[in-house]
């Protein structure tokens, strides 16, 4: 055996994986076929949201409490800053799905929050426009996570502790066996116990029965020039998600003092191969995302002075897949986090560590379950 687990992607979550495996004493292979950190994937984009008053679910509030933790772990074990809890806005109509999601949330786990009017809001955070028929919902306990940083922290913190990863290292086969798994990567065989696929927009191609369930979604981050930057820092301007029925403004504060990321995705364009992922925003892109961002957040400069293209896999019911295939022999799965799940990376190293080692995990994740979205079906080689 070169190793008890081979984690196959060492992103978002095969970062957090390793880490956790890592701590656990467990020898652990990691394979990626790009750099640590990279940007080629769900990752990129300097920032994301941290957030425990929940648009897509209350029951991840628990997995989020926990993922709280676990990031002030991590920067305790790596000297690195990675989220700043600076408070969180939600904004919308109370009668869309996601505010009264999020209400639900609150009510059953009393978490910590204010309720405003759009006469309030305008008051306490004067950056966002509401119309009468909005609301804002104040999360306390949201912040800003910085995320090629985060990567690179539980990588380097995992070799620290004995995990070896094999970079620029493309998977050309994995078969999967009663003994345990052989990997075919760069023309070379590897033999590991049991694998973690964690290949994000990949994932598919390593399990053809996902192609139809697991789709690739093309997502545009943008960044503003604010007209005064002391309304925009991290002190003044929480973390936010404004929902239209037409548009889905989300973004955090200013982190280098010159610019705010603001971008606008309501509908995403499908990704059919991810190694072609087009990079280039078109100007019918920035214009539409300019139109809102000078009615929403006036007090930025409606022009972005940059905009990139990334991507993230995505399911049809927005939850991820965690868990084992049926049929399939020592793979566990942890892909299909559809935009939501870099948060609550650092407990999903976790919850994989613990399936990968215990066969089980305590934290509530019968609602992730491949089963729900794979028949029982043998692997199909790629």
Request: glycine share 8%; hydrophobic share 40%.
């Amino acid at each position: 055996m070169d190793a008890d687990i081979g984690v196959i992607g060492v992103g978002t979550m095969g970062s957090m994986a390793m880490w956790q495996l890592a701590r656990k004493g467990v020898s652990v292979l990691g394979f990626d076929q790009y750099g640590t950190g990279h940007d080629r994937s769900a990752a990129g984009g300097e920032t994301r949201l941290f957030r425990t008053v929940y648009f897509e679910g209350d029951e991840y509030v628990p997995i989020l409490k926990e993922a709280k933790k676990l990031w002030s772990q991590l920067e305790e074990e790596s000297g690195n800053t990675l989220l700043t809890l600076n408070g969180g806005v939600m904004i919308g109509n109370p009668e869309f799905v996601e505010m009264q999601n999020a209400i639900k949330s609150i009510k059953k786990f009393d978490l910590e929050h204010e309720i405003l009017t759009p006469e309030q809001a305008k008051a306490k955070y004067p950056q966002h426009h509401l119309t009468s028929d909005e609301i804002m919902i104040y999360d306390k306990n949201a912040g800003v996570i910085r995320p090629e940083l985060s990567i690179v922290s539980a990588v380097q913190r995992a070799e620290e502790l004995g995990a070896r990863i094999l970079r620029y290292t493309k998977i050309e086969k994995i078969v999967p066996d009663r003994d345990g798994v052989t990997i075919v990567a760069n023309d070379r065989e590897y033999r590991v116990g049991k694998v973690l696929i964690t290949a994000g927009p990949w994932a598919g191609n390593l399990l053809p029965q996902l192609k139809d369930s697991l789709i690739v979604k093309r997502v545009v981050l943008s960044w503003y020039a604010p007209k005064d930057m002391n309304q925009f820092t991290i002190e003044n301007f929480p973390v936010f998600a404004h929902l239209g029925i037409d548009f889905k403004l989300t973004g955090t504060p200013t982190v280098d003092g010159s610019m705010v990321k603001a971008s606008n995705n309501p509908s995403f364009k499908v990704v059919g191969d991810p190694s072609t992922l087009e990079k280039e925003v078109s100007l019918e892109e920035v214009q539409t995302a300019s139109q809102f961002i000078q009615e929403k957040i006036p007090g930025l400069v409606p022009h972005p002075v940059r905009a990139t293209a990334y991507m993230d896999a995505c399911t049809p019911d927005g939850h991820p897949i965690v868990g084992e295939v049926p049929e399939i022999e020592n793979t566990v799965f942890m892909c299909g986090f559809s935009g939501h799940g870099f948060k609550m990376s650092p407990v999903m190293g976790k919850i994989a560590a613990d399936l990968l080692v215990e066969g089980k995990t305590s934290y509530p994740i019968d609602h992730l379950s491949p089963k729900r979205l794979v028949n029982d079906l043998p692997l199909v080689k790629p």
